[in-house]
Every structure is written in C-alpha cells, then in structure tokens.
C-alpha cells in the first residue's frame, strides 16, 4: 500500500531550481535511504514531504489524499521530520521533551521519557540539563527523541547519525530499525553509502535536484 505518492514534484529558491520533476511512490513499511551529494536536493525533498515548506508545482499524496486536503498540524503528527542540526528551544532538556504533550493537551508521560532516554544512552538527569551545555551527540538524541515520543506514521530523518560516535551511530540504527519492524515506515538521508546499506529496503539516489537511480536492497 502506498502512503506517500510524490507526483512531478519542483521547487526553486532564490532563482535557483532545486528539485526539477520528482516522482516517487513510498510503500507502507518501507525503509528507504536517500543518498546523492550535497545539493541535490534531498532535505528539500523531504522538507516538502514533511509540509514545511510550500510546493511549487506537482502534488504529494498522503494514504492517498493530497496535502492540501489536511491540516498541517494533523500531517506534522503523522509524518515527523528529524533535522539535521537539531533544534532545540526553550532552557532545558524537558523544555523540548513535554513540548509534543502539551500540543496535544495530555499530561507529560514521565514513564515513556525515562525509557526514551535510556534507549539512547542517556539518562533521567538530562531532564534537568541546560540545552547549552549539551554536545552536538547529545542534542541530536534528544531530538531524537522528541520525535518519537508519540510514534509517528512515516519518520523523516535527516542525517540523524551525522555527530554520533560509532557506538551510539549503531545504538541509533538498531532502534530505527525496531521501530520500522513494528510498521513505521523511515526515510533517511544519509551521505554514508555504508550506512545506506543497511536495515534499507531501498535506496534512492539523487543528483542535480532529480532522481538518479533506485535500487532494491
């Protein structure tokens, strides 16, 4: 079953055209890399696909029905889009944490914080930090995390690995891996063909704002 349809999709900026006609069909449960080099056009493409930014021209489907027939925070909460450079907002650590609680009027799940924390290699006292004294490793796990406090239909990632250390890189695989096994389907930029290798189902590579090539894995 497709859950995302990208139709002939382009957008420019700045005068410059960065996506020139892109069509792709996601299936339900897919696991797909996205790799080219920088510039191509890959966090623009999922930058669309995650209704942040308006399209210029084609159109992007959801379980079949076009974008523009959603609410945005409705999509937003189905579809969840994980930055490259993360950012973080307010003074704390919990300040970013209870923020998908409070959008959606429930009570923080102290319970579901402590396990996310643990899975990425962190603990409760993190709560508690000043997101300025976070490292790059750390505060690209806790956004992470904040992504996946609620599970979303399709995760978007956007080299989610990029200041991890080997350990926690793997750490990270294993634990997008599980939750694509439990049905959440995963598009994940990547610049390592070695990590686009893995866990995948498919590839899709792209240059010069166009695909190049897909592959089955």
């Known amino acids: 079953m497709k859950i995302l349809e990208v139709k002939n999709i382009t957008y420019s900026a700045n005068n410059t055209q960065i996506l020139?006609?892109?069509?792709?069909?996601?299936?339900?449960?897919?696991?797909?890399?996205?790799?080219?080099?920088?510039?191509?056009?890959?966090?623009?493409?999922?930058?669309?696909?995650?209704?942040?930014?308006?399209?210029?021209?084609?159109?992007?489907?959801?379980k079949g029905k076009n974008y523009n027939n959603y609410d945005s925070l409705e999509l937003r909460r189905e579809i969840s889009y994980c930055v490259q450079s993360a950012y973080l907002f307010g003074e704390?650590?919990?300040?970013?944490?209870?923020?998908?609680f409070i959008v959606r009027n429930e009570n923080v799940n102290e319970g579901r914080l402590n396990d996310l924390l643990r899975m990425f290699n962190l603990d409760k006292s993190f709560l508690k930090?000043?997101?300025?004294?976070?490292s790059g490793g750390e505060r690209q796990r806790i956004s992470l995390i904040r992504n996946l406090i609620y599970t979303p239909e399709v995760?978007?990632?956007?080299?989610?690995?990029?200041?991890?250390?080997?350990?926690?890189?793997?750490?990270?695989?294993?634990?997008?891996?599980?939750?694509?096994n439990n049905g959440v389907t995963v598009i994940w930029i990547t610049h390592s063909l070695e990590q686009s290798q893995k866990t995948f189902n498919r590839r899709i590579i792209m240059k010069d704002g166009r695909v190049l090539k897909e592959e089955e894995l």
Do not use: Q
């Not at 790799?35 to 084609?58: A, M, R």
């Not at 930090?129 to 976070?134: C, E, F, G, T």
């Open 92 to 100: 704390t650590v919990y300040d970013n944490l209870e923020f998908p």
């Open 129 to 134: 930090k000043d997101i300025n004294s976070l």
């Open 155 to 180: 995760l978007l990632l956007d080299e989610a690995t990029s200041t991890l250390d080997e350990d926690n890189v793997k750490n990270v695989e294993k634990i997008i891996n599980d939750i694509n």
């Open 20 to 62: 020139k006609g892109i069509s792709l069909d996601i299936n339900k449960g897919d696991c797909v890399s996205i790799v080219g080099s920088s510039g191509s056009g890959k966090s623009t493409l999922l930058k669309l696909c995650s209704d942040l930014i308006p399209l210029e021209s084609g159109e992007i489907l959801y």
